[in-house]
C-alpha cells in the first residue's frame, strides 16, 4: 500500500493513535526593531540575533515509540497566538505580506523519534507583557514499519520515469557530481517527497544493491501544487536502475492539540 492510499484509508484521528507524543516547549525569541543607518531602509537595518523584527516560538515533538515521518504544516494550524494584553500576533503580517502565525523551519532527530518546529509572527509583544500564549494542534504522521518497493530494470537517462507502486520518479538530472569522486549524480522529480519514505535506495541489473549517498534536495510550489526533487550520488556507474523505496506500511496520521502560557522562563 503506497503512503498515498495509506492515508485516505486512515484519515486524520484526533489525539493520540497509539504511544505517547508529546509537545513542549524549546525556545522564545522575541526580536525587537532595531537600527537604520541614514539612507538604508527597514530591511537592511542592525538588530539582535542576525533576524527580522518579530517574534518566534520553537516547539519540540517527541513520540516514545514511534517514528515520526513528518509533520503537514500547512494542516497544523494555530488559534490563538497573542500576549497577556490582547496584542494579537497572528493579524500581523510581514514584509511582502509574509503570513504569521504558521510553522516553518521544521527539522527532524536522526533516529527519528522527535523534530523540532516553530511557529513565527512579525509582530512583538506589547512592553511589559509577562506571558504569551499559543495554543493550537499539528498534525503528525507516525510509522514503525516499512516495506520494499521496487521499480522495474529502468535505462538509467534522462528523462526516464522510474515507477514505485503509485509513485514515479523521473530522472531530472544525470551526470558526474560537481565535487567528489563519485562516478554519477542522478536527480530524481516527483510529486511526492523523500521524506515520505524511510529510505531510498538502488539495485543494479544483477540485483545487487547500489551505494549511494543523498547530496541535495529541494521543492518548489505552484498553484497548490508542489514538485520535489532529490539528488544522490552512486559509487558505481550503471546504464541500467532499479529504484526501491521503503514505504511505512503502518502510517497514522494524528492531530495532537497544544496550549502553552509562555514566559520568559522555559
Do not use: C
Not at 521499480?151 to 565535487?179: I, M, Q, R, Y
Not at 532529490?230 to 496550549?259: G, M, Q, T, Y
Amino acid at each position: 500500500m503506497s503512503m498515498k492510499r495509506a492515508l485516505m484509508v486512515l484519515g486524520l484521528v484526533a489525539g493520540m493513535v497509539s504511544g505517547e507524543v508529546k509537545v513542549e516547549m524549546a525556545g522564545l525569541q522575541v526580536t525587537a526593531k532595531g537600527y537604520v543607518s541614514e539612507g538604508e531602509n527597514e530591511f537592511n537595518s542592525l538588530r539582535a540575533f542576525n533576524r527580522q523584527l518579530g517574534t518566534k516560538v520553537g516547539l519540540l515533538v517527541t513520540s516514545s515509540d514511534k517514528t515520526i515521518v513528518k509533520l503537514d504544516e500547512e494542516k497544523s494550524k494555530v488559534i490563538v497566538f497573542s500576549d497577556d494584553q490582547e496584542t494579537d500576533l497572528i493579524k500581523v503580517k510581514g514584509r511582502f505580506g509574509k503570513k504569521s502565525g504558521v510553522f516553518r523551519m521544521t527539522s527532524k532527530a536522526k533516529d527519528g523519534k522527535a523534530i523540532i518546529t516553530h511557529v513565527e509572527s512579525s509582530g512583538v509583544p506589547k512592553k511589559g507583557t509577562k506571558n504569551l500564549t499559543l495554543k493550537g494542534g499539528l498534525v503528525v504522521s507516525l510509522a514503525s514499519k516499512s516495506k520494499e518497493v521496487r521499480s522495474e530494470l529502468t535505462v538509467l537517462k534522462k528523462g526516464e520515469k522510474l515507477v514505485v507502486g503509485e509513485d514515479a520518479f523521473e530522472v531530472n538530472s544525470l551526470g558526474k557530481p560537481d565535487w567528489g569522486d563519485d562516478p554519477i549524480q542522478v536527480e530524481l522529480k516527483s510529486s511526492v517527497s523523500y521524506k515520505d519514505f524511510k529510505g531510498l535506495h538502488f539495485y543494479d541489473l544483477k540485483g545487487n544493491k547500489i551505494e549511494s549517498e543523498r547530496s541535495g534536495s529541494g521543492s518548489m510550489g505552484i498553484f497548490g501544487k508542489r514538485t520535489y526533487t532529490v539528488s544522490f550520488n552512486l559509487k558505481k556507474k550503471v546504464d541500467k536502475i532499479v529504484l526501491a523505496v521503503d514505504e511505512w506500511s503502518d502510517l497514522e496520521v494524528v492531530k495532537v492539540p497544544f496550549d502553552f502560557t509562555i514566559g520568559a522562563g522555559l
